[in-house]
């Protein structure tokens, strides 16, 4: 599958699965797709799940401003989605949130295929897309919180490239 259709695929599924989770785990709401942007906002924060399947290796990212990053991390502890948290434990709670999500995205694999996930990785802005790589982002609403689903599908050779 080509970087292309690999980020358009994952982002279509990325989206679907945080809405589910905002619905049900998080108890966020109804959620919505508010459709795809060219690039993240700069101000948006989240983690990033890397992942390597079947079909090609991408990197899936959870965003949204540090209020709706704090409202994630909130829902998933159980705590009122405007408490205060210790950037420790905010950044740990994202990332178990991208890891839910990549764990529900595993099963999505195509023709029986396999997904390997790595660890998160937090990032306080946008990560920048290398070259050769393709990006699709979708801005969602989970509930009241505004977010952005980011799916960079990398070329091989960017990811595995020997220096």
């Known amino acids: 599958?080509?970087?292309?259709?690999?980020?358009?695929?994952?982002?279509?599924?990325?989206?679907?699965?945080?809405?589910?989770?905002?619905?049900?785990?998080?108890?966020l709401?109804?959620?919505?797709?508010?459709?795809?942007?060219?690039?993240?906002?700069?101000?948006?924060c989240g983690a990033y799940l890397p992942m390597h399947t079947t079909e090609g290796a991408l990197y899936v990212g959870i965003l949204s401003d540090t209020s709706g990053i704090r409202a994630l991390a909130n829902a998933l502890l159980g705590e009122d989605l405007d408490a205060e948290i210790a950037e420790p434990e905010l950044i740990d709670a994202v990332g178990e949130v991208a890891n839910i999500v990549g764990g529900q995205m595993k099963s999505q694999v195509p023709n029986g295929g396999t997904a390997q996930l790595g660890l998160p990785i937090f990032a306080w802005k946008p990560v920048e897309t290398p070259s050769g790589a393709?990006?699709?982002?979708?801005?969602?609403?989970?509930?009241?919180?505004?977010?952005?689903i980011v799916v960079v599908s990398?070329?091989?050779?960017?990811?595995?490239k020997k220096e």
């Open 154 to 160: 990398p070329a091989p050779s960017t990811l595995f």
């Open 29 to 44: 709401g109804e959620h919505e797709v508010l459709g795809p942007v060219e690039r993240p906002d700069r101000e948006l």
């Open 1 to 27: 599958m080509t970087p292309v259709a690999l980020a358009d695929e994952w982002a279509a599924a990325a989206a679907a699965v945080t809405g589910e989770l905002s619905e049900s785990m998080l108890g």
């Open 134 to 148: 393709q990006q699709r982002a979708l801005r969602l609403r989970l509930g009241s919180v505004n977010a952005t």
